[in-house]
C-alpha cells in the first residue's frame, strides 16, 4: 500500500497557526517546515476530498502526494499562464487591434469549447500581415516570468533533472522564454512567415493536447525514464492528458476543467511550491 505525505504551501510566508488549521481540519500530524513558504507533514490513512476542499478554503494550497518517488528528474511545463503570467497570443493581439476576436477564441479553447488546434488556426489566421517586429516589441514590453519559475527550473537543473517548456504558443516567444530560463530544450507550434510578416498560417503538425502527451513519452523515452519520474504543470484544458500521464500533475493556477482531472492544485503559491511538493528543502533552492 501506498504512503501519502501531506505539503502545505502559500505565497511568500506560511504561519505557524495556519499550518495548525491545516492540520486540525485533515487530521495531519508531526508538520516540518521545508522553508518559509512550505510544511510537510505526516497524513491520517484516509483523508476526505471534502476536508481536503475545506483546508484550501483557508486560502493555502493543500496537496497529498505519495512518499516513494517524491522528487522527480523531469519537469515538463506549459508557457502561457503558466511559467508566464500572461497569454502571448493574447498580448499580442492586444497591441495589433485584435484584442476582442482572440480573447474570445482564446477562453473558448482553455474551457474546452472548441478544440486547441482549430483556436490556434482561427487565432493565427487573424495575424495575417502582421509584422515580426511587432511580436519583438510585444515580447519585451508585455511579457513576465511567473514567480519562482527561473528558482524552480533553476534548482531542479542543480540537482541533475532536465527541464522543458511544452508549449501550444508561437515559436517567437517561447524561444525567448527557454532562453531566460535555461530550460534543457522545449517544443512549441509556428507560424508560416512571408516577407517578415505573418503569414496566417500555422506550421503542421500542431502541438496540441494529444501532442503533448506524446511529447512527454518522446522526452521520458530519450531520458531513458518512465511518466512517474516526470513532474508536469499547466493550466488549460490541452494541458490535461500531459497532466494526467504524469507522476506529479500539477494544475497551476488553473481553470476549473483542469482541476477536475488533477490531484494536486496550486492557487495559492508561487513555483516554489513545485519544490517542497517534491521534498526540496529551502536552503538548497537556487536562486540567482
Known sequence: MDEFIGIITKDEFLSDDLIQDVLFILGGKKPIRLGEAGCQFSTPNKISFSDLDT????NVDVNIVPKTNREKQILVADMDSTLICEECIDELSKITGLSEKII??????MTGKISFSDSLIQRTALFEGVKLDILEKCFIECINLSKGAKILVDTMNSRGA????????????????????NVTDYYSNDFIIEDERISGKVKKPIIDEIGKLNLIKK???????????????????????????????????????????TDVHIDYSDF?????????????????
Do not use: P, W
Open 219 to 261: 522526452i521520458c523515452k530519450k531520458s531513458n525514464l518512465n511518466l512517474k519520474n516526470v513532474i508536469a504543470v499547466g493550466d488549460g484544458a490541452n494541458d490535461i492528458n500531459m497532466l494526467k500521464s504524469a507522476g506529479h500533475g500539477v494544475a497551476y493556477k488553473s481553470k476549473k476543467i483542469v482541476k477536475k482531472y
Open 162 to 181: 532536465r527541464t522543458y517548456i511544452v508549449s501550444g504558443g508561437y515559436h517567437f516567444f517561447v524561444e525567448r522564454v527557454a532562453k531566460l530560463l
Open 272 to 288: 516554489t511550491s513545485l519544490l517542497f511538493l517534491q521534498g526540496i528543502e529551502q536552503i538548497y533552492f537556487i536562486n540567482k
Open 55 to 58: 483546508s484550501r478554503s483557508l
Open 104 to 109: 474570445e477564441i482564446t477562453n473558448r479553447s
